[in-house]
């Protein structure tokens, strides 16, 4: 995997990099809230032994001490010590609780031995520390001398009592914090790389046109709960659609594609939703549109706008109905439907017959464009056989849900009924939903009027037959439309 894909998983995961981090100094400001403060307080002593005054007898005894060091260490943390400074403070505490919060070190290389307490209260701290500390250097004292009295052979002096400790041990809020963001940082890194590594979905369009290998036209929002009144509305809020629209008047140089079916690998990727946005947007160029409903195993388009299903393309394509009987017009301003009807025993027969043929030249007669809502080309064979008889198709994308290899096998699908590919269409980009958010003063009307500057006289002109070349997409990178897609 390359530096820049790791870049685009953790600028895709960073929220969940930022969470981690707030969730870590969170943690560390609850560990200080909830955390008793300790304070330690610590006595050094100084281990000395009995000898001669020559060179040689000074340097073993010192030797001797040093290793004396590391016994009374030891003394330090014992039973005996414990119950001896607790029975002389009158502690009500056990000598095991006692030795917890006592640690003795020898200073490496020295006859020295600090001698240290820990408790909540400073004071405590300091009075245990003294405490022990002289325990030891009686017990010491008692260790070292002869059963046969004298002087002892060794021997522990308090040179440095205890003091009140002024601040507690261990990190401070700052430090505590700050370790916590840190902590947070690593965890947030490695799962965002963890997620972005496990998630084979499509998450923008630089994917969606790497794993196509077509060109991504546009990138849109959906919202599969608009009402029927408002498809007009979104026209104020359609830059993005602007964008896309432009984009496919520049493909197929003069003759740009007028037959285009709208398609995606899977159901509920914004199949109907972007049919009626793209229907809409090329209607405000004063263009004469005609929305299809192609699959005809659902009544998605004509349930969305509302329109009776007592006839439609399946009774056109089955000789019931002629294409004016069926066909609804102005639906809303510039865009006539013809809805998918009735659900008939045989779908994929009726558009694969030569009628289904013969209606589509008839329709390219009449509309400047013809646009096609198509079933998921994955899972009915519908979806190919329209989009081989249209002059291109739009295979949509759902960032987020539409898996690459899904992506992939659609591709597949429509190269393998010499369908033309027109580019890829990204939908439920969470930038393009932003969009909407604030472009509300952006120019439009609530209803969609024919523009003066295009006519909407249709132009003959050939079916595509080869794929389209791949166009440079508009500027507008953010989309419109709405949030949740059919």
């Known amino acids: 995997m390359e530096i820049r894909e790791y870049g685009r998983i953790l600028r895709a995961g960073w929220w969940i990099v930022a969470l981690a981090m707030v969730v870590g100094i969170v943690g560390g400001w609850a560990y200080t809230l909830f955390t008793t403060p300790q304070y330690q307080a610590c006595a050094r002593l100084f281990v000395t032994t009995e000898g001669g005054s020559s060179v040689g007898e000074a340097y073993q005894n010192n030797l001797f001490s040093q290793e004396r060091v590391t016994s009374y260490a030891g003394l330090a943390t014992s039973t005996q010590v414990a119950q001896r400074a607790i029975d002389q403070l009158q502690l009500d505490m056990s000598p095991d609780e006692l030795r917890s919060r006592v640690t003795a070190t020898p200073i490496d290389k020295t006859v020295l031995l600090d001698l240290c307490a820990t408790d909540a209260d400073p004071a405590v701290a300091q009075v245990l520390t003294n405490a022990v500390a002289g325990q030891l250097t009686q017990l010491v004292q008692e260790l070292e001398t002869s059963q046969r009295g004298g002087s002892p052979a060794a021997g522990a002096t308090i040179v440095d009592q205890g003091d009140v400790p002024a601040a507690p041990i261990g990190m401070g809020l700052t430090t505590v914090l700050g370790l916590g963001a840190a902590i947070g940082l690593v965890v947030g890194l490695a799962l965002a790389l963890l997620r972005g590594l496990l998630d084979r979905s499509v998450r923008d369009r630089s994917r969606a046109e790497e794993i196509s290998g077509r060109t991504v036209l546009g990138g849109l929002p959906v919202d599969a709960t608009r009402p029927k009144a408002a498809v007009a509305s979104m026209i104020k809020m359609g830059e993005p659609l602007r964008a896309l629209r432009t984009n496919i008047r520049f493909l197929g140089g003069g003759s740009p594609p007028r037959i285009i079916t709208v398609t995606s690998p899977s159901a509920a990727e914004g199949r109907t939703s972007t049919a009626i946005d793209l229907a809409a947007i090329l209607a405000e160029a004063g263009h004469r549109v005609l929305l299809v409903g192609g699959d005809l195993r659902s009544a998605a388009l004509g349930t969305r ?94 960032t987020g849900r539409t898996t690459r290899e899904k992506l992939r096998r659609a591709i597949k699908v429509l190269d393998g009924v010499s369908g033309t590919v027109l580019g890829v269409v990204t939908t439920f980009e969470p930038s393009a939903r932003r969009l909407l958010g604030g472009n509300s003063s952006a120019s439009g009307d609530s209803s969609v009027k024919p523009s003066a500057a295009e006519p909407s006289t249709p132009t003959p002109s050939a079916p595509a037959q080869s794929a389209a070349p791949r166009p440079t997409p508009a500027t507008s990178d953010t989309a419109s439309s709405s949030a949740s897609r059919g």
């Open 305 to 398: 706008l509302g329109i009776d299903q007592h006839s439609g393309l399946s009774t056109v394509l089955s000789g019931e109905h002629g294409i004016e009987d069926a066909v609804v017009h102005d639906v809303f301003d510039g865009v006539s439907v013809l809805p998918s009807g009735p659900v008939p025993p045989n779908p994929s027969e009726l558009l694969g017959s030569d009628r289904a043929h013969e209606v589509l030249e008839e329709l390219r007669g009449d509309y400047r464009y013809v646009i096609v809502d198509t079933p998921p080309l994955l899972e009915v064979t519908d979806g190919a056989i329209l989009t081989a008889l249209a002059d291109g198709t739009l295979v949509l994308a759902r």
